[in-house]
């Protein structure tokens, strides 16, 4: 499992504890909640239902010898289903399958709007209210007692049951948050994973480069140090010494434009800048290698008054490589393109092209067609891969289309122009 999916787990098992917390405390005081407003409406009924029974009890005359059948008979009259009435100890009536143990009532601890208690029997929730009521007779007051029953189970009933649901809902959502979570952190950190797998092959390929110039420095530099050479061979060393720091200076210079253009938090500077200035800059830059092999630069397209919206150094570095590519790959005495037209910008050269297979490839950093011919002239095969860098950080594109043999062309495509 690796480090996404542990975050998506844990956040889901955090988010999941913490809804059922809630939900479990919602439920707890909503079943509370239903309970007090069973206790108010059902006590007051039974209260009225009592009050009702005292004032109709007080209104008989049957004096001393008041029969309980009459007790019981106006009991019934005024009295809700499931209640029960007690005369001392002695029960008269009892609508409920409730047993009451009178003698552990403890009114006390009355309770608004009368008494009530709570209590769990087989297994069911029984909501009990009780009230003493007095009768006068002739020579003695008589005590009754009234008891009312009902059941709430199903209010507790209700509440696992949604408290069920509750757990099974939250493990669905759960579970659809995990997922979404790890698309989502995947989706944040892919491009800081690309950047970063980019940047880990680059350092990977340059300290491949580099071993060997390294290692031949290292081999020249103690020899002439501990080793008496003639001239010739001394001179020889410390030229091959200098020709490779030079291309080790150019190599960091290039590694380090290029990671700084795969940073996400990369920024160009776009401003407008005239396509003849932009060519008489690269052309002044590789004039010196264009004169060495005989080359000529022409410039062809819809050059004249044209400008682009461009950073222009970064556009001035990327034509620059394309073109020291393409003296690379031509003959003496040949042509190099510069042109640009409404939505393109391109080099294009008449040498020895790029096989099919290779065209992709030739974007990878440190990538060579011809890997002894490159080294010999010197290409570290960096300058397509900074070119294709340059193009999507303007968000273009960078296209290739060659043919063995008869020449490669490199196109700019973009998508703002002056």
């Known amino acids: 499992m690796d480090m996404i999916k542990k975050i998506a787990l844990i956040g889901s098992v955090m988010l999941f504890v913490l809804a059922q917390f809630v939900s479990c405390y ?33 209104g ?16 019934r009259e005024n009295m809700p289903e499931y209640s029960a009435l007690y005369k001392g100890e002695e029960e008269l009536y009892n609508g409920s399958s409730y047993t009451f143990d009178v003698g552990s009532v403890d009114f006390s601890e009355h309770k608004i709007p009368c008494f009530y208690q709570l209590e769990k029997v087989n297994g069911r929730h029984i909501l009990v209210f ?23 189970t199903y209010v507790y009933k209700g509440s696992m049951e949604m408290m069920a649901r509750e757990a099974v809902i939250s493990v669905l959502i759960s ?25 880990r092959q680059l350092i990977g390929s340059m300290s491949h480069e580099m071993k060997t110039p390294l290692t031949a420095i290292k081999g020249f530099s103690e020899t002439l140090l501990s080793v008496n050479l003639p001239k010739e061979k001394e001179d020889k060393a410390l030229r ?13 210079e290039k590694m380090m434009e290029l990671t700084r253009l795969y940073e996400p938090e990369c920024r160009i500077t776009l401003q407008e800048v005239s396509a003849e200035a932009l060519f008489e800059e690269v052309g002044e ?70 096989p099919p297979k290779e065209v992709d490839k030739v974007r990878k950093a440190f990538y060579r067609v ?26 273009g594109r960078m296209e290739i289309q060659s043919e063995t043999g008869k020449g490669t062309k490199v196109i700019y495509r973009f998508f703002t122009s002056g």
């Open 26 to 58: 919602v439920i707890f005081a909503s079943q509370k909640e239903k309970i007090n407003l069973l206790v108010e409406k059902e006590g007051r009924m039974f209260l009225g239902c009592v009050s009702q029974f005292n004032i109709e009890l007080n």
């Open 240 to 252: 091959y010494i200098h020709q490779e720091s030079g291309r080790l200076s150019r190599l960091s």
């Open 285 to 354: 830059s590789v004039k010196h290698r264009l004169e060495e092999k005989g080359i000529h630069l022409v410039w062809e397209g819809e050059w004249k008054g044209k400008a682009l919206r461009v950073d222009a150094d970064l556009m001035a570095s990327f034509l620059i490589n394309l073109v020291n590519n393409s003296v690379m790959a031509s003959e003496e005495g040949s042509c190099i393109y510069l042109g640009v037209d409404e939505h393109t910008l391109w080099v294009r050269d008449e040498g020895c092209g790029i």
């Open 130 to 152: 009780c009230e003493k009521s007095l009768a006068e007779s002739k020579k003695k007051q008589v005590e009754y007692m009234m008891f009312y029953t009902v059941d709430v």
């Open 175 to 199: 579970l659809g948050m995990a997922l979404l979570l790890v698309y989502l952190i995947k989706k944040i950190t892919r491009p800081l994973q690309a950047v970063n797998e980019a940047q």
């Open 370 to 395: 011809d890997k002894s011919r490159s080294r010999k002239s010197g290409n570290m095969g960096l300058g397509l891969a900074l070119c294709d860098q340059i193009a999507a950080v303007h968000q």
């Open 60 to 75: 008989l005359q049957y004096g001393e010898d008041m029969q309980d059948h009459v007790l019981t008979y106006c009991f």
